[in-house]
């Protein structure tokens, strides 16, 4: 073989062994908390009333109203966790909280 078939064979070689792990990894991502997570906040129904009091002993309760990652978190499963005295106060929805420098800057 040539130099030029040689440098060839190393190139393609190379490529595969980063290529063929990043390929495996992807056929083992585990997608099933997530699709579980989606099924059972579908039909979330009326959202929990201002002044309502979020704590550990009632979350389950309203977990279908939080982001799949604040139900982990309550859950406890991982590292991260929320505290044993956290408290979620509900309140009403806020629309166009932007600092008044940016909105003066995007109407330039």
Request: zero cysteines.
């Amino acid at each position: 073989m040539n130099k030029v078939s040689r440098s060839m064979w190393r190139i393609a070689a190379v490529l595969t062994a980063f290529v063929l792990p990043a390929i495996s990894h992807a056929q083992v991502t585990d997608h099933s908390e997530l699709t579980q997570f989606l099924n059972e906040t579908a039909n979330q129904g009326p959202p929990p009333p201002i002044g309502t009091k979020i704590t550990m002993a009632n979350w389950q309760q309203y977990k279908q109203f939080m982001p799949f990652g604040m139900v982990k978190l309550f859950e406890g499963q991982y590292q991260w966790k929320m505290p044993a005295d956290v408290e979620l106060d509900v309140g009403p929805a806020r629309y166009g909280n932007l600092p008044k420098t940016w909105v003066e800057a995007t109407e330039r």
